[in-house]
């Protein structure tokens, strides 16, 4: 049957893990006219659930500051379940790495720019990631832990 080696890739599910916004000069932080600076940290991450089924996460944190004062702090997590089957092992973690994420972070995007507006401040688009560079990044540091970066 030839439909046995035939690669299987599918979206079972894509939600929000984790959700926080925190505006804690609120509400004298909307008198502000200075514009804040913004700092984003990014990681992800993925797990087997079980047979060809994995969870994908993406974790990012958004911190908006206008000098030493905090505008806001958004905290999320935006995951996915995926089918994959028939890929060969090694590259599963490339699949894991650069394809899910690049799925996952359109709607991590779109929460983002979401909960800012709600929370009474302009829309945040993130701006693109390039997974591959970030995932042979970690390669790389998985393949040589005893040096600096």
């Known amino acids: 049957m030839s439909d046995q080696q ?3 890739f599918n979206i079972e599910k894509l939600y929000v893990k984790d959700l926080s916004v925190e505006v ?3 509400p004298a932080i909307f008198l502000e006219r ?8 990014m990681t992800t991450g993925s797990s087997a659930l079980g047979d060809d089924i994995y969870n994908c996460s993406i974790t990012v944190t958004v911190t908006a500051k206008i000098g030493d004062k905090s505008m806001f702090l958004v905290e999320c ?6 089918r994959i089957q028939n890929v060969p092992q090694d590259q599963i973690p490339m699949v894991l790495g650069i394809g ?5 972070f359109p709607y991590l995007r779109e929460t ?3 909960v800012v507006t709600r929370a009474g401040f302009p829309p945040l688009l993130l ?5 591959e560079a970030m995932f042979m990044q970690q390669q790389a540091q ?5 040096q600096a970066h």
Do not use: K, L, R, Y
């Open 6 to 8: 035939q690669s299987v």
């Open 24 to 26: 804690p000069n609120a």
């Open 34 to 41: 200075e514009a804040p600076q913004i700092e984003v940290n």
């Open 77 to 82: 997590t935006q995951s996915g379940i995926f």
């Open 100 to 104: 899910c994420p690049n799925i996952v």
């Open 112 to 114: 983002i720019s979401d």
């Open 127 to 131: 701006n693109p990631v390039n997974f």
């Open 142 to 146: 998985q393949a040589a832990p005893g």
